[in-house]
C-alpha cells in the first residue's frame, strides 16, 4: 500500500512565487527524500532529512519534517519556470531497503 | 559520468511475448531496484536486489522476474506480458543500504503490451 501522499496533486503559480507541497505518510521512517520529475523522465534528488532533523535547506529549497504529525513539506522559494516538474517524496522502511512514493505533485510555474 | 542506463527505452510488444528491460549502473552500487510508474498511483516497487544474488519482492512483484548475477546489472523479465504490464519503468541503484543515500534513476523504459 501506499505510504507517502502528497498534498495538492497540482500547483500553478506565478514565476517568483514561493510554492509548498507537502508529504504525509502511515509509519515510522528512518529518512525521507524529495525528488523532482520532468514530464516522462527519471527522477532526480532533491534533498534527504533524517528523522531526528527538523529542516534543512539546499539553495533554494527548504525541507521541514514533523515526525509526531508524520508530515514533510517541501517549500521552493523565488521559483522559475525551470521548477516545472512533478515532485515526490519517498519515505522508506524499517530495514531502509523498500521505499514508498507518492502520487506526486504536479507544480506548473508560468513564466 | 554516474549512469544507470535502461534499454530498450521504448517497445510496443504483444500479449504472452517474452521481453527482458536491462539496467546498468556505473557506480558500483550495491543496491538496485525496479519501479513501475503508472498515473494515479505513483512509483510502486517491483523488485530490489542488496547484492549480488540477493533479490526481494516489492510491492508489486507478480508477473516479474529479476536476477543479479552481477553488481552492476540488473534486469527486469516479463515472461509472459500482459496488457496490464503497460507501465513506465524505472530502474534505480543506491550505495549500501539505501535508506539515507541518494537513490539514482534511470531515464526510464515506457512497454506497451498490446
Known amino acids: 500500500s501506499q505510504q507517502g501522499e502528497e498534498d495538492p496533486q497540482a500547483l500553478s503559480i506565478q514565476e517568483g512565487e514561493n510554492a509548498t507541497m507537502n508529504c504525509s505518510y502511515k509509519?515510522?521512517?528512518?529518512?525521507l527524500q524529495w525528488y523532482r520529475q520532468n514530464s516522462g523522465r527519471g527522477l532526480v534528488h532533491l534533498i534527504l532529512?533524517?528523522?531526528?532533523?527538523r529542516e534543512k535547506h539546499s539553495g533554494r529549497l527548504r525541507v521541514t519534517l514533523d515526525t509526531s504529525k508524520k508530515s514533510s513539506s517541501l517549500l521552493i522559494t523565488a521559483s522559475r519556470a525551470a521548477d516545472t516538474a512533478s515532485y515526490f517524496c519517498a519515505t522508506d522502511r524499517n530495514t531502509g531497503n523498500q521505499f514508498y512514493f507518492g502520487t506526486g505533485t504536479s507544480l506548473t510555474v508560468i513564466p | 559520468e554516474a549512469q544507470v542506463t535502461q534499454n530498450p527505452r521504448y517497445l510496443i510488444t504483444v500479449t504472452g511475448k517474452k521481453l527482458t528491460v536491462t539496467c546498468s549502473q556505473n557506480m558500483n552500487h550495491e543496491y538496485m531496484s525496479w519501479y513501475r510508474q503508472d498515473p494515479g498511483l505513483g512509483l510502486r516497487q517491483i523488485y530490489y536486489s542488496m547484492n549480488v544474488e540477493v533479490t526481494d519482492k516489492g510491492d508489486v512483484p507478480e508477473g516479474y522476474k529479476v536476477s543479479r548475477k552481477e553488481k552492476r546489472n540488473f534486469p527486469l523479465i516479463l515472461e509472459s506480458p500482459s496488457p496490464n504490464q503497460t507501465s513506465l519503468y524505472f530502474c534505480?541503484?543506491?550505495?549500501?543500504?539505501?535508506?539515507?543515500?541518494?537513490?539514482?534513476f534511470g531515464e526510464g523504459s515506457w512497454l506497451t503490451v498490446v
Open positions: 509509519t515510522s521512517i528512518n529518512n
Open positions: 532529512i533524517r528523522s531526528n532533523e
Open positions: 534505480a541503484s543506491s550505495s549500501g543500504r539505501a535508506s539515507g543515500n541518494t537513490i539514482y
